[in-house]
């Protein structure tokens, strides 16, 4: 489908550029053209092979059209932008690959709704094609009819979405130490994409990616191959193939395959409780590992002829150790890939504590404890003795009763007088007819006198040097 609009300016430039089947040379004369009666030329080649180099007639740069390359994911959506800065009064125009004109200014020429303009002005044609496929890839020229007519070239390539692969080579589950080798496909990309594989989070190297072209000419299938030796630790192991290509923007498209590795038991014994005594009820626990999973269990005890029968599923049960069910124990875990053979030795006389964490700690805080009390009890007494030392009067809810005896000696019984640090110290008993007081005078020579007492009930001559050795 071609521009009928186009076929009257062809008419035009054909009649009034070109009469006589001429063409004109570079010095500015008519050269003949060989052209076939009843054939057309295509627009540009008819308009641009009719120039007149006059320096009179040169056309201005600013009139030359640019446009850009542009990559798109098949699918999905590209613009094409046309821009001119001299557009001389002359419209753009788009067209694709096949020469067939998709917009003329704000024109549409080609019925495909995929097409749609995106804006036109004089000096700017921009257009979209949504849904792109493999097909809309290709040169898609801008023109602007000027003299000549000037064009340029948007190259539009399209990347092919390379599908999930696809692996293949497993059949069945794999022994330990037994070679695999499996097999990762993906079709539909463009350019080719690479592969790569994965054993979990550890990368495997398998062959180089091949290549092959698809039956459309257009996209490619890719294809790889890896080959590992399995071990039990690969047992229930995710194989990755990854395809990686920039269609894809880093999203990830890849396949795994999870594989089983056949491998023969192990087997170890746990003593519930873990530290057993004399007395208690013990079970000792055969734990078996392996593909499949051990389903027989035999315990025996070393210089016993036969074996154990008292057991529960894979436990060996000790209602209530005593001394002669010391010795050493074997389990034997049996698969139909092979059997391992597990010992423990258990001695019920050793009664040596078992260390605790919990007890040491205890004892860490009684340690803190008792040392924060110690320095607590210290500066009592120190605080105690500055009192004793320095505290001013204060009885004065009694002012008629200790008063008294400070200013009259004769009312105590009895008292001893001596000196501490320089300062005069009298201690003192005092009695009436329901108490008797024991006190301690500090005078040191002022209008009073510090007094620290106490009361007791009907105390009876209490000793006054050891009051006073208290001091």
């Not at 064009?151 to 399209?158: E, R």
């Not at 993906?186 to 072209?213: C, D």
């Not at 404890?369 to 110690?374: K, R």
């Amino acid at each position: 489908m071609g521009a009928p609009s186009a076929l009257p300016l062809l008419m035009l430039f054909a009649c009034c550029w070109a009469p006589g089947e001429a063409n004109l040379s570079q010095d500015g004369y008519w050269q003949e053209q060989d052209l076939e009666l009843g054939t057309l030329a295509p627009l540009d080649e008819a308009i641009s092979s009719t120039v007149w180099s006059s320096p009179d007639m040169l056309v201005s740069q600013d009139s030359q059209p640019w446009t850009s390359d542009e990559t798109v994911v098949a699918g999905g959506t590209v613009v094409l932008k046309c821009q001119v800065k001299d557009h001389e009064d002359s419209s753009l125009q788009w067209s694709n690959p096949a020469q067939q004109t998709l917009y003329f200014g704000e024109k549409r020429a080609l019925r495909d709704n995929r097409i749609q303009l995106v804006k036109s002005t004089p000096h700017e044609l921009s257009i979209s094609i949504s849904n792109v496929a493999l097909a809309d890839e290709g040169e898609y020229t801008c023109s602007i009819f000027t003299m000549p007519v000037r064009t340029a070239k948007s190259l539009i390539t399209v990347l092919g979405i390379p599908q999930k692969p696809i692996i293949t080579g497993y059949k069945s589950s794999l022994r330990e130490k037994e070679t695999a080798t499996l097999n990762c496909q993906s079709s539909g990309s463009k350019p080719a994409a690479n592969l790569t594989w994965q054993k979990g989070e550890q990368e495997l190297h398998g062959e180089p990616t091949r290549i092959q072209e698809d039956p459309n000419g257009k996209t490619f299938t890719v294809s790889s191959s890896v080959t590992f030796q399995v071990t039990r630790e690969d047992d229930g192991a995710d194989i990755i193939c990854s395809v990686n290509h920039e269609s894809l923007n880093g999203a990830d498209r890849s396949t795994s395959q999870r594989i089983e590795v056949l491998y023969k038991p192990t087997a170890k014994i746990r003593p519930d409780p873990p530290h057993p005594r004399e007395g208690q009820k013990l079970l000792l626990h055969c734990e078996g590992r392996g593909n499949p999973v051990p389903q027989q269990y035999e315990w025996e005890k070393e210089g016993s002829a036969l074996p154990l029968k008292i057991i529960q599923e894979s436990a060996l049960i000790f209602p209530f150790l005593n001394k002669s069910d010391s010795g050493t124990y074997g389990c034997t875990a049996t698969s139909n890939m092979g059997s391992y053979k597990a010992y423990y030795t258990l001695n019920v006389n050793d009664h040596s504590p078992v260390p605790s964490s919990s007890s040491t700690y205890h004892a860490i805080i009684g340690g803190i404890v008792a040392f924060i009390v110690f320095l607590l009890l210290i500066l009592l007494i120190f605080l105690g003795h500055y009192l004793i030392r320095h505290k001013e009067p204060t009885d004065k809810a009694h002012p008629g009763s200790w008063e008294k005896q400070l200013t009259s000696w004769d009312t105590a019984k009895d008292y001893h007088q001596g000196t501490s640090g320089g300062i005069q110290v009298i201690v003192f008993q005092g009695k009436t007819d329901d108490h008797s007081t024991l006190g301690i005078a500090n005078c040191p020579g002022q209008e009073y006198c510090r007094i620290f007492y106490l009361i007791f009930p009907k105390l009876q001559n209490p000793s006054l040097h050891l009051v006073y050795s208290l001091l």
